[in-house]
């Protein structure tokens, strides 16, 4: 088990090149399977949850292979159970649940698990299967579906905390091959649930409206082969915009999406960082003294939950206070015990975080607990006197493409220990 040794204090000054977005690629890799042609995927990033979801294509009897940023797929035959010590590894696996049914009309798939942030269950998944007509069954950790056939129908993918991205992408792949027209009401809006159905349309199905809270599915009896381009990171975008105005630093962001930004780009204006955009370059930069900003984690397009726990640092090295408030996942506050050990002020108050910043932080050795929080704790760790020693990096290589290294490129010290 790896961990990161940093030496803060050093501002970031350079480029960087945005990786494909993790959230996009392993739905898209999922899609391949509603096909026996091959699938070609550019823009792939090099990251275990990639890595995780070919061993699993792999175990349903797909021939799988990475070369560079290029992913090749092809499911012939495919077999429709996913094992639970592969599924279990991160919870986007569950999104092999609605080609498999699409394509197999049935599926027997392990509950999957991912970062500890809180209770995410799977009944708007399994709600959309069943208005299509399949029979779920929940023994022994795995959930089964079957259905002679899947006919079209309409639904509300509505939830308790808003719509559901992976629920949708997964019900959407299903409906592809279903009889009739499903319109999905309620759909996430994300920019990665419409880079699936770009690719599920190259691949020859009718997807209209992804990108709005309406989504219309006119099933076909057959999809093909596609090649398709990855959309860049937009967390992975903002993770680095953030790291470059916490560190007083300048940074432009090489083939990230402002489109697909706008709710933490506008924070960070709001807080006194420049950001200038230049076709598919963004340069970020911090002039001076910062403002504290009030931030809520909404549905895109408003305040991304993922880069809650990083701008959460941001707001600790400026003065005033900050609330933010996660209305995402009840139990993504994890980083603010490990923030505290590097000096910031931050207390707990239901959903909120009452940010009280512009303490100087120390390095410390802390403890990753998600994907998120660790990105969090590495920020800090690039501002902090002295040297912070983030353990548990392994969550981090499941959603940040070669971080030491793009970090190094920035300038930061940074290196990659092996945990004895």
């Known amino acids: 088990?790896?961990?990161?040794?940093?030496?803060?204090?050093?501002?970031?000054r350079g480029e960087v090149t945005i990786s494909?977005?993790?959230?996009?690629?392993?739905?898209?890799?999922?899609?391949?399977?509603l096909t026996a042609e091959p699938?070609?995927?550019?823009?792939?990033?090099?990251?275990?949850?990639v890595e995780f979801m070919g061993q699993i294509l792999t175990s349903l009897g797909a021939k799988v292979n990475l070369e560079g940023d290029t992913l090749r797929v092809q499911a012939e035959k495919v077999q429709g159970v996913g094992d639970y010590e592969l599924i279990r590894k991160m919870r986007g696996s569950i999104c092999i649940m609605g080609p498999l049914l699409g394509r197999l009309r049935k599926a027997t798939v392990s509950l999957p698990g991912g970062c500890v942030i809180g209770a995410r269950p799977i009944d708007l998944h399994l709600k959309g299967f069943e208005a299509l007509g399949a029979k779920i069954k929940i023994e022994g950790g795995y959930v089964q579906a079957?259905?002679?056939?899947?006919?079209?129908?309409?639904?509300?993918?509505?939830?308790?905390?808003?719509?559901?991205?992976?629920g949708t992408a997964n019900v959407m792949m299903a409906a592809v091959l279903a009889d009739g027209v499903t319109m999905i009401e309620s759909a996430a809006c994300e920019p990665e649930v419409v880079d699936l159905a770009n690719f599920l349309n190259a691949m020859g199905a009718k997807?209209?409206?992804?990108?709005?809270?309406?989504?219309?599915?006119?099933?076909?009896?057959?999809?093909?082969?596609?090649?398709?381009?990855?959309?860049?990171?937009?967390?992975?975008?903002?993770?680095?915009?953030?790291?470059?105005?916490?560190?007083?630093?300048?940074?432009?962001?090489?083939?990230?999406?402002?489109?697909?930004?706008?709710?933490v780009l506008d924070?960070?204006?709001?807080?006194?960082?420049?950001?200038?955009?230049?076709?598919?370059a963004l340069k970020v930069r911090r002039n001076g003294r910062l403002k504290p900003v009030d931030i809520t984690t909404l549905p895109y397009a408003g305040f991304p939950t993922d880069v809650q726990a990083q701008m959460m640092v941001l707001m600790a090295l400026t003065q005033g206070i900050s609330i933010i408030t996660e209305r995402i996942f009840e139990a993504r506050f994890m980083h603010v015990s490990e923030l505290a050990r590097l000096g910031a002020d931050i207390a707990i108050e239901g959903p909120s975080a009452i940010v009280k910043g512009g303490k100087p932080l120390s390095g410390a050795p802390v403890m990753a607990s998600d994907l998120r929080a660790s990105a969090a704790l590495v920020i800090a760790g690039l501002v902090a006197r002295g040297r912070t020693e983030v353990k548990r990096v392994y969550h981090l290589d499941r959603g940040y493409e070669n971080i030491d290294g793009k970090l190094r490129q920035l300038g930061a010290r940074v290196e990659r220990m092996e945990e004895s």
Not at 1 to 12: C, F, Q, T, Y
Not at 20 to 33: C, Q, S
Not at 146 to 166: E, P
């Open 207 to 263: 997807v209209q409206g992804a990108g709005s809270p309406t989504v219309t599915i006119t099933g076909v009896k057959k999809l093909h082969g596609a090649e398709h381009e990855v959309i860049p990171d937009r967390i992975e975008a903002a993770t680095y915009a953030i790291a470059a105005a916490a560190t007083r630093g300048e940074v432009t962001l090489l083939g990230a999406r402002a489109d697909h930004m706008h709710a």
């Open 146 to 166: 079957r259905a002679r056939r899947l006919a079209g129908a309409d639904l509300f993918l509505g939830g308790r905390a808003g719509c559901t991205v992976l």
């Open 1 to 12: 088990m790896d961990s990161l040794m940093i030496k803060g204090g050093v501002p970031l």
């Open 39 to 49: 699938c070609v995927i550019r823009r792939v990033p090099k990251l275990t949850d």
């Open 20 to 33: 494909g977005a993790k959230n996009a690629v392993l739905p898209i890799m999922a899609a391949t399977l």
């Open 267 to 280: 924070k960070l204006r709001e807080a006194g960082v420049n950001v200038e955009r230049n076709g598919s």
